[in-house]
Protein backbone atom coordinates (compact mmCIF):
# COMPACT_ATOMS: atom_id res chain seq x y z
CA UNK A 1 0.00 0.00 0.00
CA UNK A 2 2.82 2.44 0.63
CA UNK A 3 4.76 2.04 -2.61
CA UNK A 4 0.90 2.90 -4.29
CA UNK A 5 0.66 5.92 -2.28
CA UNK A 6 4.25 6.93 -3.47
CA UNK A 7 3.21 6.68 -7.22
CA UNK A 8 0.23 8.11 -6.48
CA UNK A 9 1.72 11.29 -4.85
CA UNK A 10 4.19 11.70 -7.37
CA UNK A 11 1.64 11.23 -10.08
CA UNK A 12 -0.66 14.21 -8.48
CA UNK A 13 2.38 16.65 -8.74
CA UNK A 14 2.49 15.98 -12.12
CA UNK A 15 -0.44 15.46 -13.49
CA UNK A 16 -3.05 16.76 -10.45
CA UNK A 17 -5.98 16.49 -12.29
CA UNK A 18 -5.61 12.58 -11.53
CA UNK A 19 -8.37 11.58 -9.04
CA UNK A 20 -7.30 9.92 -5.94
CA UNK A 21 -8.02 6.31 -4.36
CA UNK A 22 -10.43 5.53 -1.48
CA UNK A 23 -7.75 3.56 -0.34
CA UNK A 24 -5.85 7.51 1.11
CA UNK A 25 -5.04 7.38 4.64
CA UNK A 26 -4.33 10.00 6.97
CA UNK A 27 -0.65 10.46 6.60
CA UNK A 28 -0.87 10.07 2.96
CA UNK A 29 -3.21 12.96 3.32
CA UNK A 30 -1.03 14.64 4.97
CA UNK A 31 2.27 14.22 3.18
CA UNK A 32 0.17 15.17 0.57
CA UNK A 33 -0.48 18.23 2.02
CA UNK A 34 2.54 19.34 3.18
CA UNK A 35 3.65 19.06 -0.08
CA UNK A 36 1.36 20.57 -2.37
CA UNK A 37 -1.16 22.68 0.25
CA UNK A 38 0.94 24.22 2.71
CA UNK A 39 2.28 27.33 0.61
CA UNK A 40 -0.96 28.25 -0.39
CA UNK A 41 -2.23 28.07 2.64
CA UNK A 42 0.62 30.57 4.49
CA UNK A 43 0.53 32.50 0.95
CA UNK A 44 -3.25 33.19 0.53
CA UNK A 45 -5.50 31.78 3.57
CA UNK A 46 -3.71 32.37 6.53
CA UNK A 47 -4.06 36.13 7.11
CA UNK A 48 -7.86 36.15 7.41
CA UNK A 49 -8.12 32.25 8.63
CA UNK A 50 -6.31 32.37 11.94
CA UNK A 51 -6.96 33.71 15.41
CA UNK A 52 -8.05 37.70 15.70
CA UNK A 53 -7.93 37.40 11.32
CA UNK A 54 -11.53 38.35 9.67
CA UNK A 55 -12.37 34.75 9.53
CA UNK A 56 -11.19 34.30 12.82
CA UNK A 57 -14.27 33.17 14.07
CA UNK A 58 -14.78 30.52 12.41
CA UNK A 59 -13.89 26.54 12.65
CA UNK A 60 -11.49 26.92 10.22
CA UNK A 61 -8.07 28.55 11.42
CA UNK A 62 -4.44 28.08 10.69
CA UNK A 63 -1.47 28.37 12.72
CA UNK A 64 2.40 28.69 11.49
CA UNK A 65 2.15 24.39 12.22
CA UNK A 66 1.91 22.74 9.01
CA UNK A 67 0.52 19.73 10.17
CA UNK A 68 -1.47 21.45 12.50
CA UNK A 69 -3.07 23.27 9.42
CA UNK A 70 -3.75 19.31 7.87
CA UNK A 71 -5.26 18.31 11.06
CA UNK A 72 -7.09 21.98 10.87
CA UNK A 73 -8.37 20.86 7.01
CA UNK A 74 -9.40 17.17 7.96
CA UNK A 75 -11.11 18.36 11.34
CA UNK A 76 -13.46 20.90 8.99
CA UNK A 77 -14.18 18.72 6.40
CA UNK A 78 -15.15 15.72 7.98
CA UNK A 79 -17.54 17.59 10.16
CA UNK A 80 -20.49 15.86 10.65
CA UNK A 81 -19.26 13.40 8.24
CA UNK A 82 -16.33 11.79 6.34
CA UNK A 83 -16.35 14.60 3.06
CA UNK A 84 -19.02 16.99 4.39
CA UNK A 85 -17.30 20.43 3.56
CA UNK A 86 -15.11 19.42 0.65
CA UNK A 87 -17.44 21.04 -1.60
CA UNK A 88 -17.73 23.49 0.88
CA UNK A 89 -13.56 24.80 0.45
CA UNK A 90 -13.55 24.13 -2.81
CA UNK A 91 -16.34 26.46 -3.49
CA UNK A 92 -14.80 29.85 -1.21
CA UNK A 93 -11.37 29.19 -2.51
CA UNK A 94 -12.50 30.36 -6.20
CA UNK A 95 -14.91 33.24 -4.78
CA UNK A 96 -18.59 31.54 -3.87
CA UNK A 97 -20.43 30.86 -1.07
CA UNK A 98 -19.97 34.17 0.16
CA UNK A 99 -16.38 34.04 0.75
CA UNK A 100 -15.21 37.17 2.31
CA UNK A 101 -12.05 37.05 0.69
CA UNK A 102 -13.09 36.67 -2.81
CA UNK A 103 -11.58 34.39 -5.77
CA UNK A 104 -8.51 33.32 -4.22
CA UNK A 105 -7.73 30.35 -6.17
CA UNK A 106 -9.10 30.12 -9.74
CA UNK A 107 -10.67 27.02 -10.45
CA UNK A 108 -8.90 26.67 -14.18
CA UNK A 109 -5.35 26.55 -12.73
CA UNK A 110 -3.42 23.75 -11.10
CA UNK A 111 -3.57 25.01 -7.82
CA UNK A 112 -6.92 24.60 -7.62
CA UNK A 113 -6.76 21.05 -9.16
CA UNK A 114 -4.51 20.58 -6.00
CA UNK A 115 -6.74 21.40 -3.50
CA UNK A 116 -9.73 19.26 -5.14
CA UNK A 117 -7.22 16.22 -5.14
CA UNK A 118 -6.39 17.39 -1.69
CA UNK A 119 -9.98 17.03 -0.52
CA UNK A 120 -10.40 13.78 -2.11
CA UNK A 121 -7.87 12.51 0.15
CA UNK A 122 -9.59 14.33 3.05
CA UNK A 123 -12.42 12.35 2.46
CA UNK A 124 -12.07 9.24 0.84
CA UNK A 125 -12.50 6.73 3.93
CA UNK A 126 -9.86 4.79 5.50
CA UNK A 127 -9.07 0.94 6.11
CA UNK A 128 -10.85 0.08 9.28
CA UNK A 129 -8.76 -0.64 12.36
CA UNK A 130 -7.85 -4.42 13.72
CA UNK A 131 -10.83 -6.12 15.87
CA UNK A 132 -10.41 -6.75 19.29
CA UNK A 133 -10.77 -9.32 22.20
CA UNK A 134 -10.20 -12.27 19.50
CA UNK A 135 -11.54 -15.93 20.76
CA UNK A 136 -11.26 -19.24 19.20
CA UNK A 137 -13.30 -22.40 20.27
CA UNK A 138 -11.69 -25.83 18.05
CA UNK A 139 -14.41 -28.07 16.79
CA UNK A 140 -13.58 -31.30 14.48
CA UNK A 141 -11.10 -29.43 12.09
CA UNK A 142 -12.77 -26.56 12.25
CA UNK A 143 -12.48 -23.39 14.46
CA UNK A 144 -15.57 -20.80 15.80
CA UNK A 145 -13.74 -17.02 16.15
CA UNK A 146 -15.92 -14.63 18.03
CA UNK A 147 -14.40 -11.44 17.85
CA UNK A 148 -15.28 -7.11 18.31
CA UNK A 149 -15.82 -5.09 15.51
CA UNK A 150 -13.02 -2.48 15.64
CA UNK A 151 -13.94 1.18 16.98
CA UNK A 152 -12.82 3.02 13.92
CA UNK A 153 -14.56 1.67 10.93
CA UNK A 154 -12.03 4.13 8.61
CA UNK A 155 -15.29 6.09 7.44
CA UNK A 156 -16.87 3.72 5.76
CA UNK A 157 -19.33 0.93 6.41
CA UNK A 158 -17.74 -2.31 7.29
CA UNK A 159 -18.76 -4.74 4.93
CA UNK A 160 -16.59 -8.43 5.65
CA UNK A 161 -14.21 -9.39 8.40
CA UNK A 162 -11.76 -12.44 7.55
CA UNK A 163 -10.38 -14.93 10.54
CA UNK A 164 -7.20 -16.32 9.47
CA UNK A 165 -5.29 -19.27 11.06
CA UNK A 166 -1.28 -20.15 11.92
CA UNK A 167 -0.34 -22.01 10.69
CA UNK A 168 -2.01 -23.10 7.45
CA UNK A 169 -3.27 -19.96 6.51
CA UNK A 170 -6.73 -20.68 6.28
CA UNK A 171 -9.13 -18.42 6.16
CA UNK A 172 -13.21 -17.96 7.04
CA UNK A 173 -15.29 -14.90 6.12
CA UNK A 174 -18.13 -13.36 7.94
CA UNK A 175 -20.16 -10.28 8.06
CA UNK A 176 -20.51 -10.27 11.82
CA UNK A 177 -18.81 -12.29 14.54
CA UNK A 178 -18.20 -14.71 14.71
CA UNK A 179 -16.12 -16.40 11.94
CA UNK A 180 -16.06 -20.23 10.88
CA UNK A 181 -12.31 -21.34 9.69
CA UNK A 182 -12.62 -25.14 8.39
CA UNK A 183 -10.22 -27.43 6.83
CA UNK A 184 -7.83 -27.51 10.14
CA UNK A 185 -5.70 -30.64 10.71
CA UNK A 186 -7.13 -32.24 14.30
CA UNK A 187 -4.16 -32.36 16.50
CA UNK A 188 -2.90 -29.62 15.60
CA UNK A 189 -2.85 -26.03 17.90
CA UNK A 190 -4.00 -23.42 16.01
CA UNK A 191 -3.92 -19.29 16.77
CA UNK A 192 -6.39 -17.00 14.68
CA UNK A 193 -6.10 -13.41 13.72
CA UNK A 194 -9.34 -11.38 12.74
CA UNK A 195 -9.22 -8.59 9.47
CA UNK A 196 -11.87 -6.03 8.79
CA UNK A 197 -12.31 -4.70 5.10
CA UNK A 198 -14.89 -1.67 3.56
CA UNK A 199 -14.57 -0.23 0.53
CA UNK A 200 -11.01 1.45 1.44
CA UNK A 201 -9.31 -2.44 1.60
CA UNK A 202 -8.47 -4.99 4.57
CA UNK A 203 -7.59 -3.29 7.56
CA UNK A 204 -4.54 -4.39 10.06
CA UNK A 205 -4.72 -7.94 11.59
CA UNK A 206 -5.95 -7.94 15.62
CA UNK A 207 -3.83 -9.15 18.19
CA UNK A 208 -4.14 -13.31 17.90
CA UNK A 209 -6.30 -15.40 20.06
CA UNK A 210 -5.01 -17.94 22.34
CA UNK A 211 -4.08 -21.40 20.96
CA UNK A 212 -6.49 -24.18 20.49
CA UNK A 213 -6.59 -27.41 19.21
CA UNK A 214 -9.01 -28.57 16.55
CA UNK A 215 -10.31 -32.33 17.36
CA UNK A 216 -13.05 -35.23 16.51
CA UNK A 217 -15.68 -34.78 18.36
CA UNK A 218 -15.80 -36.90 22.01
CA UNK A 219 -17.30 -40.59 21.16
CA UNK A 220 -19.02 -42.73 23.46
CA UNK A 221 -21.44 -45.38 21.97
CA UNK A 222 -22.54 -48.81 22.87
CA UNK A 223 -24.59 -51.57 20.76
CA UNK A 224 -26.25 -54.06 21.75
CA UNK A 225 -27.11 -56.55 18.57
CA UNK A 226 -27.91 -60.09 20.08
CA UNK A 227 -30.57 -60.55 21.68
CA UNK A 228 -32.86 -58.71 19.44
CA UNK A 229 -34.99 -56.42 20.88
CA UNK A 230 -38.61 -57.61 20.70
CA UNK A 231 -37.59 -60.97 19.27
CA UNK A 232 -38.21 -64.47 21.12
CA UNK A 233 -34.96 -66.64 22.26
CA UNK A 234 -34.67 -70.29 22.94
CA UNK A 235 -31.54 -72.81 24.01
CA UNK A 236 -27.85 -71.56 24.08
CA UNK A 237 -27.28 -68.64 21.45
CA UNK A 238 -25.31 -65.20 21.14
CA UNK A 239 -25.16 -62.35 23.18
CA UNK A 240 -22.78 -59.68 21.26
CA UNK A 241 -22.33 -56.01 20.37
CA UNK A 242 -19.69 -53.47 19.99
CA UNK A 243 -18.68 -50.50 21.81
CA UNK A 244 -16.51 -47.54 21.82
CA UNK A 245 -15.23 -44.47 23.43
CA UNK A 246 -12.54 -41.57 22.39
CA UNK A 247 -11.05 -41.87 25.89
CA UNK A 248 -11.21 -46.41 25.74
CA UNK A 249 -13.15 -49.07 27.09
CA UNK A 250 -12.94 -50.69 30.19
CA UNK A 251 -15.42 -52.62 30.98
CA UNK A 252 -18.55 -54.42 29.23
CA UNK A 253 -21.00 -55.14 32.01
CA UNK A 254 -24.09 -57.72 31.52
CA UNK A 255 -27.13 -57.33 33.49
CA UNK A 256 -30.57 -59.98 33.30
CA UNK A 257 -33.49 -57.99 34.36
CA UNK A 258 -31.64 -55.18 36.25
CA UNK A 259 -29.18 -57.23 38.07
CA UNK A 260 -25.85 -57.53 37.25
CA UNK A 261 -25.07 -60.80 36.08
CA UNK A 262 -21.11 -60.64 34.34
CA UNK A 263 -18.74 -58.80 32.61
CA UNK A 264 -18.77 -60.05 28.88
CA UNK A 265 -15.01 -60.32 27.10
CA UNK A 266 -14.17 -57.64 25.11
CA UNK A 267 -11.40 -56.68 21.92
CA UNK A 268 -13.31 -58.95 19.45
CA UNK A 269 -12.51 -57.69 15.49
CA UNK A 270 -15.39 -55.68 14.48
CA UNK A 271 -13.87 -54.14 10.92
CA UNK A 272 -17.33 -52.37 10.51
CA UNK A 273 -17.28 -50.38 13.81
CA UNK A 274 -13.50 -49.33 12.90
CA UNK A 275 -14.52 -48.16 9.22
CA UNK A 276 -17.70 -46.22 11.06
CA UNK A 277 -15.42 -44.58 13.86
CA UNK A 278 -11.49 -43.96 12.20
CA UNK A 279 -11.21 -41.47 14.70
CA UNK A 280 -10.99 -43.85 17.96
CA UNK A 281 -7.97 -45.32 18.76
CA UNK A 282 -8.79 -49.17 18.36
CA UNK A 283 -12.17 -48.99 17.34
CA UNK A 284 -11.77 -51.82 14.56
CA UNK A 285 -11.57 -54.06 17.76
CA UNK A 286 -14.51 -53.09 20.04
CA UNK A 287 -16.58 -56.19 19.73
CA UNK A 288 -17.90 -57.94 23.07
CA UNK A 289 -19.67 -61.69 22.23
CA UNK A 290 -20.42 -64.75 24.06
CA UNK A 291 -22.29 -68.34 24.28
CA UNK A 292 -25.62 -67.27 26.38
CA UNK A 293 -28.14 -70.13 27.61
CA UNK A 294 -31.00 -68.17 26.78
CA UNK A 295 -32.77 -71.77 28.21
CA UNK A 296 -31.83 -70.78 31.46
CA UNK A 297 -33.96 -67.86 32.13
CA UNK A 298 -37.78 -68.47 32.97
CA UNK A 299 -40.34 -68.59 30.06
CA UNK A 300 -41.83 -65.16 28.87
CA UNK A 301 -39.92 -61.39 28.90
CA UNK A 302 -36.80 -60.27 30.31
CA UNK A 303 -34.27 -57.58 29.34
CA UNK A 304 -30.59 -57.73 28.91
CA UNK A 305 -28.59 -54.66 29.43
CA UNK A 306 -25.64 -53.75 28.37
CA UNK A 307 -23.05 -51.36 30.65
CA UNK A 308 -19.77 -49.86 28.96
CA UNK A 309 -17.56 -48.07 31.13
CA UNK A 310 -14.94 -45.55 29.85
CA UNK A 311 -11.62 -44.56 31.16
CA UNK A 312 -13.22 -41.21 32.11
CA UNK A 313 -15.16 -43.52 34.73
CA UNK A 314 -18.62 -42.68 32.59
CA UNK A 315 -20.76 -45.27 31.82
CA UNK A 316 -23.30 -45.44 28.69
CA UNK A 317 -26.02 -48.07 28.60
CA UNK A 318 -28.21 -50.41 25.35
CA UNK A 319 -31.23 -52.66 26.71
CA UNK A 320 -33.04 -55.05 24.48
CA UNK A 321 -36.18 -56.72 25.86
CA UNK A 322 -37.38 -60.33 24.46
CA UNK A 323 -39.28 -63.46 24.92
CA UNK A 324 -37.79 -66.79 26.40
CA UNK A 325 -39.01 -69.75 24.54
CA UNK A 326 -38.29 -73.32 26.19
CA UNK A 327 -39.31 -77.11 27.19
CA UNK A 328 -40.42 -77.48 31.12
CA UNK A 329 -37.10 -79.02 31.33
CA UNK A 330 -34.37 -76.08 30.67
CA UNK A 331 -31.38 -78.63 29.73
CA UNK A 332 -32.03 -81.79 28.24
CA UNK A 333 -29.17 -84.09 28.52
CA UNK A 334 -30.94 -87.70 27.96
CA UNK A 335 -29.93 -88.43 23.86
CA UNK A 336 -32.92 -90.31 23.14
CA UNK A 337 -35.41 -87.82 24.81
CA UNK A 338 -36.12 -86.54 21.51
CA UNK A 339 -38.75 -88.61 19.07
CA UNK A 340 -39.64 -87.72 15.79
CA UNK A 341 -40.64 -90.31 14.19
CA UNK A 342 -44.75 -89.60 14.95
CA UNK A 343 -43.94 -85.95 14.05
CA UNK A 344 -45.54 -84.22 10.88
CA UNK A 345 -44.30 -80.77 9.82
CA UNK A 346 -45.25 -77.75 7.86
CA UNK A 347 -43.18 -75.32 5.86
CA UNK A 348 -44.17 -71.20 5.60
CA UNK A 349 -41.83 -68.21 4.56
CA UNK A 350 -38.98 -69.21 6.96
CA UNK A 351 -40.66 -71.07 9.82
CA UNK A 352 -40.43 -75.05 10.44
CA UNK A 353 -43.35 -76.39 12.58
CA UNK A 354 -42.87 -79.79 14.36
CA UNK A 355 -46.18 -81.18 14.85
CA UNK A 356 -46.61 -83.62 17.53
CA UNK A 357 -42.92 -83.93 18.44
CA UNK A 358 -42.46 -86.44 21.79
CA UNK A 359 -40.11 -84.46 24.07
CA UNK A 360 -39.57 -86.08 27.09
CA UNK A 361 -42.40 -88.41 26.56
CA UNK A 362 -44.41 -85.51 26.43
CA UNK A 363 -46.30 -83.87 23.29
CA UNK A 364 -45.74 -80.80 21.84
CA UNK A 365 -46.01 -78.48 18.95
CA UNK A 366 -42.50 -76.79 18.10
CA UNK A 367 -41.91 -74.01 15.66
CA UNK A 368 -38.68 -72.69 14.55
CA UNK A 369 -37.71 -69.82 12.65
CA UNK A 370 -34.49 -68.66 10.44
CA UNK A 371 -32.20 -66.05 12.31
CA UNK A 372 -29.94 -64.74 9.89
CA UNK A 373 -27.44 -62.87 12.57
CA UNK A 374 -27.69 -66.61 13.91
CA UNK A 375 -27.30 -68.19 10.51
CA UNK A 376 -29.16 -70.75 11.85
CA UNK A 377 -32.91 -71.93 13.11
CA UNK A 378 -34.19 -70.69 16.57
CA UNK A 379 -36.97 -72.01 18.70
CA UNK A 380 -39.50 -69.22 18.93
CA UNK A 381 -42.49 -71.18 20.59
CA UNK A 382 -42.76 -74.21 22.19
CA UNK A 383 -46.59 -75.38 22.73
Not at 189 to 210: H, L
Not at 308 to 318: F, I, N
Request: charged share 15%.
Amino acid sequence: MTKFFVAARAALKLAPLIAMSGMAVADEAESYYLENIESSVQAKCINCHRSGGQAGGTSLRFTSSAAGNHDAFYSYVNTPSLGARANTVLTKIRGGAGHGGGVQVSESSTEYQRFSSYMELLSAPAVPGAPTNVVATAGDRSAEVSFTPPADDGGAPITAFTAISSPDELSGSCSASPCTVTGLTNGTSYIFTVTATNEAGEGPESAPSAAVTAKAPSVFRIALEEPVNGEIHSGVGNLRGWAVASSGITKIEILVDGVYAFDAPYGAARGDVGGAFPDVEDAQNSGYSLAYAYSLLSSGEHTITARAHSELGTTKERSNTFTVAKFPNPYITEPNAIDLNTASCSLENDEIVLIDALVEDLIHDVTLKWRTAAQGFEIIEVR
